[in-house]
């Protein structure tokens, strides 16, 4: 299994964002729209897997979505912005759709979406998400399966100027958690997702590792630090209450 993205949910435009982030050196593009949930978005791909900073466009149309990514940007961005969940990369979500059931772990079904992008292309892929109640505690993991393989889509982001030769520089090497009971959540995201243990601390994913820490202020169990490997002249950029911090 590949980290596909992370989500980070976030109060400023798309077009902010990528200001903001053009100004570190990194080359970050606007999405587009989800049209059906009244989201938009900004891009920075690495190599393998990418950071998506989602944010509310049409907030009526967002409340009315009923989706569940939807509706953790909705809770959280009620308290502050921040890193929201991380997105697993399949080539199988229906089969894996059929694991989850097997093991009793409720799901949303194999769910469609597509984003249109700012030159009018749409993109689709299906989504699959473990049945949860929307609170502070550490959203658990949800899936993708895109419509194209990985070359493909890679290859078209490089057509329409989304990916440069510096994205594929960059590497997320670690998402660092930080959450009441690490081992709980562990042994967890082991028996749903069959996820190999490095250390007490680390679960592996193909192309990233997930770091567990004890979560030592607050309530609110998230994602805190994404650590990046490849941007040069860069330690750490606090940004919309999270923290990137780059090797």
């Known amino acids: 299994m590949y980290l596909d993205h992370i989500v980070h949910h976030v109060t400023k435009t798309p077009n902010q964002v990528t200001i903001d982030w053009s100004e570190t050196g990194a080359h970050a593009v606007i999405g587009g729209q989800h049209t059906y949930w009244g989201t938009y978005n900004a891009l920075l791909y690495t190599k393998t897997s990418y950071i998506e900073w989602l944010a509310i466009e049409h907030k009526e149309v967002a409340e009315n979505a009923n ?3 939807i509706n953790l940007l909705l809770h959280d961005l009620k308290s502050a912005p921040g890193f929201g969940t991380i997105c697993i ?4 979500i229906d089969e894996l759709h059929k ?3 097997a093991k009793g772990i409720e799901t949303s079904g194999v769910l469609h979406a597509e984003r249109k992008t700012t030159s ?7 989504m699959l998400f473990v ?3 929307i609170s502070d505690a550490l959203p658990t993991p949800f899936f993708i399966e895109w419509e194209e393989s990985d070359e493909e889509r890679y ?3 490089r057509e329409d100027g989304t990916i440069n030769e510096s994205n594929l520089q960059l590497r997320i090497s670690a998402c660092e958690f930080h959450v009441c009971e690490p081992r709980e959540i562990m042994n ?3 028996r749903y997702f069959d996820l190999v243990e490095e250390d007490e601390h680390i679960l592996l994913l193909n192309n990233t590792k997930l770091v567990f820490k004890k979560l030592e202020n607050g309530k609110k169990e998230r994602l805190k630090v994404v650590h990046i490997e490849g941007l040069k002249d860069k330690e750490t950029i606090l940004y919309e209450q999270a923290t990137y911090h780059f090797h």
């Open 188 to 190: 967890k995201w082991k």
């Open 99 to 101: 694991q989850l059931e």
């Open 131 to 133: 049945k949860e109640e």
């Open 67 to 69: 989706h569940p990514l």
């Open 120 to 126: 009018g292309l749409i993109r689709r892929w299906k």
């Open 155 to 157: 290859q078209s982001l």
């Open 89 to 92: 990369r399949t080539t199988s």
